[in-house]
């Protein structure tokens, strides 16, 4: 295995970092790196800013720094790494893992969590039809996405709705969706009243099109997924050293359906020694098309704890209710034992009679 990655100073090692998006180009054995890498990288990340920014002014969300790694120039630093097997003996964990192992034998994963963005170039073959994207969250390393970097002649304008041809021919919402997951995001499905197409962690574009249509190839940032990258510290530009997860009590706790307002509000108040900023409640109806379109509300927690968030959307249809919190230092979780969607607090509804009640 050949490793092309820099050393890192004692200064580097000793000074806690703050959290960036550092990007990897992975090339499998016997691969080599294709002209113009940096250029294709460069409009990647150009264009992930642009629609990041775009999303967070959409919410009144101002206050951010965008993540990403680059050189005095304004180039996107791109780490370049030589594998050790074919790219058909890799599967996404044994990719992450190979690149991971590395990076820790050179010191690079302390308590200073980053973002890894592993962008693997499969040669002049392409990629397959699967491909390598994969996204997650690890305790250790912090947060970590695999996708291939297709090398399609053409240029990426940051004004192109994702959903155009030649971005969906490089798969950018991938790309994008997977690096969602390195933050923290899980599936967020589109709120009709948005009025803005899909979603960045929705459906991918051929689901969308089987259930929406050819018509719309927008993409956009929900207000949920804006929350919670609000508080990320890749987003507030500090070193990302959560540890344990925010112990908390809930007081309160109702859901009440307004049957005239065809909605549900969700209220109650958030004790817990990291203070709490947004409620987030999702919405998994059983009228779905799938996990993708779970619509997921927000609130903002007040200084004593209270929230109130509003489900504007139910379906005719019977679901469940999950509940959990962001909190400031960007951890979102809540049972204060797992993180994102999975860790909600449940509430079950019927729909009956054109009537909805919790159980």
Known sequence: MLSLFLGVSAQEQAAPAPCRVHVILFLPASVQPPDGYQQRINEIVDYSEAFLRR?????????????????????????????????????????????????RAEGRINVQKQVWWILVYAGEQGAGADGVFLGGFGEQIGGWATCNLDMSPGRISPREPMGSDFLVKLMLKGMLHELGHGFGLPHIGPIDADRAGNTLMGATHVNWRRVRGEGDRRVYLSEAAAAVLARHPAFRGVPDDRGRLPAFSLEGLECVVEQRQRRFVVTGTVKSDEPAAYALVADESEALPGEYWTKTYVGKVDEDGSFRVVVSEPAAAGGTLRIWFVFEDGDHTGDGRQRSRPSGIARSYTFDNGRWSFE
């Open 55 to 103: 999303g967070m002014d959409r919410w009144g969300l101002r206050d951010v720094v965008m993540p990403f790694c680059r050189t005095a120039d304004g180039d996107v630093e791109v780490r370049v790494f030589r594998g050790a097997q074919k790219l058909d003996d890799y599967k996404p964990v044994t990719l992450r893992a190979e690149v991971m192992d590395a990076l």
